[in-house]
Protein backbone atom coordinates (compact mmCIF):
# COMPACT_ATOMS: atom_id res chain seq x y z
CA UNK A 1 0.00 0.00 0.00
CA UNK A 2 1.28 3.22 -0.85
CA UNK A 3 1.98 6.37 1.37
CA UNK A 4 -1.08 8.13 -0.83
CA UNK A 5 -3.21 5.02 -0.69
CA UNK A 6 -2.79 5.08 3.77
CA UNK A 7 -3.83 9.22 3.74
CA UNK A 8 -6.92 8.63 1.33
CA UNK A 9 -8.42 5.59 3.26
CA UNK A 10 -10.14 6.66 6.33
CA UNK A 11 -9.19 4.95 9.50
CA UNK A 12 -11.35 4.54 12.72
CA UNK A 13 -10.11 3.43 15.98
CA UNK A 14 -11.28 0.19 17.12
CA UNK A 15 -10.23 -2.33 20.13
CA UNK A 16 -11.15 -5.81 19.13
CA UNK A 17 -9.22 -9.28 19.45
CA UNK A 18 -8.14 -10.45 16.23
CA UNK A 19 -6.24 -14.21 16.00
CA UNK A 20 -3.68 -14.30 13.84
CA UNK A 21 -2.03 -17.65 12.01
CA UNK A 22 1.01 -17.33 10.07
CA UNK A 23 4.12 -19.22 9.41
CA UNK A 24 5.55 -18.54 13.07
CA UNK A 25 2.29 -19.95 14.79
CA UNK A 26 -1.00 -18.59 16.42
CA UNK A 27 -1.45 -15.23 18.02
CA UNK A 28 -4.06 -13.15 19.33
CA UNK A 29 -3.27 -9.36 18.99
CA UNK A 30 -5.36 -6.03 20.01
CA UNK A 31 -6.18 -3.53 16.93
CA UNK A 32 -5.61 -0.25 17.20
CA UNK A 33 -7.31 0.62 14.00
CA UNK A 34 -9.05 -0.78 10.94
CA UNK A 35 -9.60 0.75 7.47
CA UNK A 36 -11.46 -0.17 4.57
CA UNK A 37 -8.15 -1.48 3.07
CA UNK A 38 -6.35 -2.72 6.27
CA UNK A 39 -5.88 -3.05 10.06
CA UNK A 40 -3.26 -1.95 12.84
CA UNK A 41 -2.13 -4.40 15.44
CA UNK A 42 -0.85 -2.32 18.06
CA UNK A 43 1.34 -3.31 20.99
CA UNK A 44 3.25 -6.77 19.45
CA UNK A 45 6.49 -8.05 18.10
CA UNK A 46 6.04 -7.38 14.20
CA UNK A 47 6.92 -10.22 11.68
CA UNK A 48 9.09 -9.10 8.76
CA UNK A 49 7.54 -6.55 6.28
CA UNK A 50 6.03 -8.58 3.03
CA UNK A 51 4.66 -11.40 5.41
CA UNK A 52 1.03 -12.76 4.60
CA UNK A 53 -1.13 -14.09 7.21
CA UNK A 54 -4.69 -14.90 8.05
CA UNK A 55 -6.62 -13.17 10.20
CA UNK A 56 -9.69 -14.11 12.20
CA UNK A 57 -12.17 -11.19 14.14
CA UNK A 58 -15.37 -9.94 14.65
CA UNK A 59 -16.30 -6.68 14.49
CA UNK A 60 -18.05 -4.91 17.45
CA UNK A 61 -21.72 -5.30 17.54
CA UNK A 62 -21.51 -7.80 15.01
CA UNK A 63 -21.79 -11.68 15.65
CA UNK A 64 -20.52 -13.15 12.44
CA UNK A 65 -16.53 -13.92 12.51
CA UNK A 66 -14.69 -12.34 9.28
CA UNK A 67 -11.63 -14.41 8.24
CA UNK A 68 -9.42 -12.45 5.74
CA UNK A 69 -6.03 -12.64 3.91
CA UNK A 70 -3.52 -9.51 5.02
CA UNK A 71 0.31 -8.96 4.45
CA UNK A 72 2.35 -6.89 6.90
CA UNK A 73 3.26 -3.51 4.99
CA UNK A 74 4.66 -1.20 7.78
CA UNK A 75 6.39 -2.50 11.13
CA UNK A 76 6.83 -0.53 14.16
CA UNK A 77 9.69 -2.49 16.07
CA UNK A 78 11.00 0.38 18.42
CA UNK A 79 10.28 0.19 22.53
CA UNK A 80 7.94 3.07 22.48
CA UNK A 81 6.11 1.93 19.70
CA UNK A 82 5.38 -1.99 18.43
CA UNK A 83 2.82 -3.13 16.00
CA UNK A 84 2.49 -3.73 12.44
CA UNK A 85 0.05 -2.71 9.51
CA UNK A 86 -1.40 -4.98 7.57
CA UNK A 87 -3.45 -4.33 4.35
CA UNK A 88 -6.04 -6.91 3.61
CA UNK A 89 -5.36 -8.98 0.08
CA UNK A 90 -7.87 -10.73 -1.65
CA UNK A 91 -10.74 -8.99 0.56
CA UNK A 92 -14.37 -10.47 -0.88
CA UNK A 93 -16.89 -8.01 -2.03
CA UNK A 94 -19.30 -9.46 1.07
CA UNK A 95 -16.47 -8.69 3.55
CA UNK A 96 -15.70 -5.18 2.37
CA UNK A 97 -19.16 -4.12 2.30
CA UNK A 98 -19.32 -5.57 5.92
CA UNK A 99 -16.07 -3.46 6.65
CA UNK A 100 -17.15 -0.44 4.77
CA UNK A 101 -20.49 -0.26 6.80
CA UNK A 102 -19.16 -0.85 9.93
CA UNK A 103 -16.53 2.18 9.37
CA UNK A 104 -19.75 4.45 7.94
CA UNK A 105 -22.16 3.80 10.78
CA UNK A 106 -18.92 5.46 13.00
CA UNK A 107 -19.41 8.42 11.25
CA UNK A 108 -16.07 7.76 8.77
CA UNK A 109 -16.25 10.11 5.57
Do not use: C
Not at 59 to 75: F, G, H, T, Y
Amino acid sequence: MSDKDRRTQHRIPVKMWVEESGPEGLYFQRSANLSEGGIFLEKTIPHPVGTVVNLQFTLPEDSQPMKVRAEIVNAAADEAELGMGLKFVGLTDELAARIRAFILARGAR
